[in-house]
Nanobody, 125 residues
């Protein structure tokens, strides 16, 4: 059974940092692009960032560019999201996604194959 399990969410003050992890199991995703989305209460899910299968290419939403950094460790089948300079508007449930495609760009514009259950990030002002 394929699973994506997010961890690392929590409550942090504005300006603080958190690091999310997404551990995949059931199959290797070293050949797949992966990424993060988020959904705030009462809003639609939105794209945050994608990373190519090699990790060499990334694609960020404008709202997080310069503050968030995605990375991956294919040996561990894990993707990370380092979130710095957090703002209250970053409050959301963060979801990990695995694409059937290869590029970071594809994570945003094509349907993703697998999703995690989400982890809550709350940023207080």
């Amino acid at each position: 059974q394929v699973r994506l399990v997010e961890s690392g969410g929590g409550l942090v003050q504005a300006g603080g940092s958190l690091r999310l992890s997404c551990a995949a199991s059931g199959r290797a995703f070293s050949g797949n692009a992966m990424g993060w989305f988020r959904q705030a209460a009462g809003k639609e899910r939105e794209f945050v960032v994608g990373i190519s299968w090699t990790g060499e290419s990334t694609y960020y939403a404008d709202s997080v560019k310069g503050r968030f950094t995605i990375s991956r460790d294919n040996a561990k089948n894990t993707v990370y999201l380092q979130m710095n300079s957090l703002k209250p508007e970053d409050t959301a449930v963060y979801y990990c996604a695995a694409s059937s495609r290869y590029s970071a760009y594809d994570v945003r514009y094509y349907e993703n194959e697998y999703w995690g259950q989400g982890t809550q990030v709350t940023v207080s002002s």
